[in-house]
Each structure stands twice: as C-alpha cells, then as structure tokens.
C-alpha cells in the first residue's frame, strides 16, 4: 500500500484547531505519534534531506518533551509557510523563535499537567 502523503495544510489544521481550543495537547500528540515517525506517511515538501512538514510533525510528536502550547502554534504555522527553498532561513528563524520561549517558567506551570507531567518528573529523578 502506498504511503499517505501527509501536505502542510493537513498540519496546519491541526495547529489551528490546537490554537482555537478545538483540540486539546494529547490530541495533538496522539495525531502526531499516530503519523511519525511511520513508513505508511511521506511528505510533498521533500527539498533533498529537509521537509518542513517532517520538522513540525516530529516537533509536536514530542511536543509533551518540547514544552509545546496552543500559544506556540503561530511558531510552527509561519515555519509551514516557509517557501519552497528557503527551508534553511525557515527552519532558522522557527529555531530562533522557539529559543525565546522561557522553559523554565513552562516547566514550572506544566509539571503537574497532563501530557507534559510524566515528561517532567522524570526530569526530577
């Protein structure tokens, strides 16, 4: 059977819904570990080694070890958008951005949330 073929619009749904409420963090990460990594999904943005869409999917498969919130989906929506080409400045700037976050102050306001608690527990011992 031929791989699903996984576009950036079908990731970018999910951001959307993610960010307006629509769907929870463990949903998010349920669809993302249900997709990557998995030889039944490819991606139509390959430029040789790099696809924007693998880096954002695989981003929010470990998006309960990224500290990732709704607030940050704007992050992964502008990266989606990165031209054809261009995946270097992209996935830069998307590096940068990420950067800023204050970890410290996420890991302290998520350690007793679900799908973030487990992760930072075992960061604890």
């Known amino acids: 059977m031929p ?3 996984l576009k950036r619009a ?3 749904r999910v951001l959307t819904e993610w960010s307006a409420g629509r769907m929870t963090s463990i949903e998010v990460l349920s669809w993302a570990d249900s997709r990557y990594p998995s030889d039944d999904v490819d991606y139509e943005d390959w430029e040789g080694d790099d696809s924007v869409t693998n880096e954002v999917l695989g981003a929010l498969d470990m998006l309960d070890m990224n500290l990732a919130l709704p607030e ?3 992050i992964y929506l502008q990266f989606l958008s990165t031209p054809a080409g261009e995946f270097a400045s992209g ?3 998307f590096r940068r951005r990420l950067d800023a976050i204050d970890y410290d102050c996420r ?5 007793d949330t679900m799908p973030y ?3 930072l527990r ?3 011992t």
């Open 91 to 93: 996935y830069a700037e």
């Open 107 to 111: 890991r302290a306001q998520l350690r």
């Open 3 to 5: 791989a699903q073929i």
């Open 117 to 119: 608690a487990p992760f």
């Open 72 to 74: 940050d989906a704007p």
């Open 122 to 124: 075992s960061q604890l």
């Open 10 to 12: 079908d990731v970018a």
